[in-house]
């Protein structure tokens, strides 16, 4: 029986784990495990955890962050399928079977739909990412070697093959401090990436996760600079396994990393950390890029374009209140 792993790295989010690990413990396939590997937690996650006793594996170590916790989950492991469940997010019972489901020899990760959810667990917006139609594995590596990026959910959408993960695990500290920045990108040039699209993940944002970008407006920057570390990590371990890697240029294509750049350039210039970078360059990129292959279709290529070029050229207060309301806030 294929078997499914469940590890969940945990930093103080004792107020969602239990939602969390009981969506995991209720999957309708049985053969699961669930991992969970507390981080240093400072608040009730010790006693939340040791309360689920021996229907999951605890480990407790010192706060290393997300990269080094999901490296002693993933070495605790036992599945042939690996899912990086964030502690404030839920699966459906269904998660691990439909996974199982659509595996092959040759899968790498099996990608699904989220929807989003509060702190209180109310679920709003539609599924995401918005796939239509469907993209095929052929579709997904070519547009990561055109332009870096393809329609991918974060996080606990993705089911990884622990065939794929023993050629980076574990991931060392030189890299991305989140294990996203290193998986996603590679996993398409190492195999098929096959997407289902039903909405399988409940994608908790609140004010103290990483989604709320808005939240600091040097955490743009940040996203650009992780940007260029998956991109100097896609190429190291392409190389490495023999398979071809994206042009050197690849960031300057990628209409999410623009959006980043726009909003970095605009929210805290002084920490914007692409080289030869600033509005000029991307205001001919959002030009450029409406033409270049890509995943993103020909409308809302215009309207990125269209909101990129009018966030650049507005003044200071406009071009704040874009990027806000680009980014949800």
Known sequence: MTMVSFVVANYNYAQYLPACLDSALAQDWPGIEVIV?????????????????????????????????????????KGDIIVFLDADDTVEPDFASSVVKVWG???????????????????????????????????????????????TPPGTGNAYARTFLEKIFPIGPERDSFT????????????????????????????????????????????????MERQETTTLFADRAGVTAPPADVLRRSWYVLQLRVASLRMAPEGHPLPRDGRVPAMIDAVRNIVLPGSEPL?????????????????APLAKRLVRKRFGA
């Open 299 to 315: 409308k809302r290529r215009l309207k990125l374009s269209a909101w990129s070029l009018a966030t650049l050229a507005a003044p």
């Open 180 to 227: 996203d920045s290193t998986t996603l990108p590679l996993a398409p040039l190492m195999g098929d990436v096959v997407s289902i699209a039903r909405p399988l993940v409940y994608y908790r944002r609140h004010g103290s996760n990483d989604s709320n970008l808005t939240a600091n407006p040097a955490l743009f920057a940040r996203e650009v600079a992780r940007a």
């Open 37 to 77: 590997v507390d981080d240093g937690s400072r608040d009730d996650s010790r006693r939340v955890i040791e309360g689920y006793g021996d229907r999951i594996t605890a480990i407790f170590q010192q706060n290393g962050g997300q990269r080094v916790a999901n490296n002693t989950g993933f070495a605790a492991s």
């Open 105 to 151: 020899p040759n899968v790498s990760k099996v990608q699904v739909q989220l929807i989003h959810m509060d702190s209180a667990g109310k679920r709003y917006g539609a599924p995401f990412p918005a796939w239509n139609p469907v993209p095929t594995p052929a579709d997904i590596r070519r547009w990561t070697l055109t332009s870096s990026e393809y329609p």
